[in-house]
Structure formats: C-alpha cells, structure tokens
C-alpha cells in the first residue's frame, strides 16, 4: 500500500530540517491512513536532540484533543537523522508502539517512510511504506518520488 503526501507537508518537514541541521527535528502529521496532508513541527524535548527526538508532550496531548473535538486526524510523526540514513533506528524501534503510525524519517536529503507494526522487518516494529508526491491544490494520481 502506498500513502501519498503532499507537497505541503514535503516541503514543511524540507525546511524544518533545513532550519536545524545539527538536530533531531520532529513533528506530527496528520490525514487519514493513505494520505499525509499537513506536516506540523514541534519542538523536540529530548535531554540531547542531536542524539535523539522527543515531541513536545502537550503538542500531543492538544493535537489528541483536537482530534475527539473533530479536528484533523493525526496519522504519525517525522523527524530527522541529522548523522544517519532515512530510516528507523533501534531508538526509534524501542519508542515506537505498534499502532500502525506512520513515521517519515529525513536523512541525507531524503525521505523515508514508514509504519509501526508488530514484527515489521526493521527492527521488529517497522514496515516500509511506498509513497507518491501530491502537488499543492491535487487529489489526481501523483507522481512517484523517492528524493525530497
């Protein structure tokens, strides 16, 4: 299965990740199961974001809220790999709960995107997610891209 995301939420995860090279971002996305529509940055509460990501609890906490009240639905998080590949580390495996969130990963200039799930293949708690590019304003079929 795929999950298309849009060019929006692409660009928003680009330039967070831009703005702090040296540190972990992350954030929160949010859409429905086959498709990111909005990428929402949060600040990272780990003791050492160059080492590690920790989203802001009461971020959470009020996009939970906001979601029983009939906001957007949040669907998973992204963050960066400042020094690593685009994809799950061990660290990411322990925190992550096998609730099919999906986690995009920034390294190198790409994008890796994944989901949560009970013995995945990377680190037991990952599963590898296709995904298409949807341009700003589109909903038609989305051209494949790998590279962010």
Request: proline share 9%; glycine share 10%.
């Amino acid at each position: 299965m795929s999950v298309r995301i849009s060019s929006a939420a692409l660009q928003q995860i680009t330039a967070d990740t831009a703005a702090s090279p040296d540190a972990e971002i992350c954030g929160l996305l949010f859409g429905s199961e086959r498709f990111v529509e909005r990428a929402e940055p949060c600040a990272n509460v780990a003791p050492d974001p160059s080492q590690a990501f920790e989203i802001d609890p009461a971020r959470l906490i009020a996009a939970y809220r906001a979601m029983r009240c009939g906001g957007p639905r949040l669907i998973g998080c992204y963050h960066s790999h400042p020094l690593g590949a685009p994809e799950p580390s061990p660290r990411d495996a322990a925190a992550a709960n096998p609730d099919g969130w999906l986690w995009a990963i920034v390294a190198g200039g790409r994008l890796g995107l994944y989901r949560a799930v009970a013995g995945g293949p990377h680190h037991g708690r990952f599963e590898v997610v296709a995904q298409d590019i949807v341009p700003m304003g589109c909903v038609a079929a989305p051209a494949s891209s790998e590279g962010i």
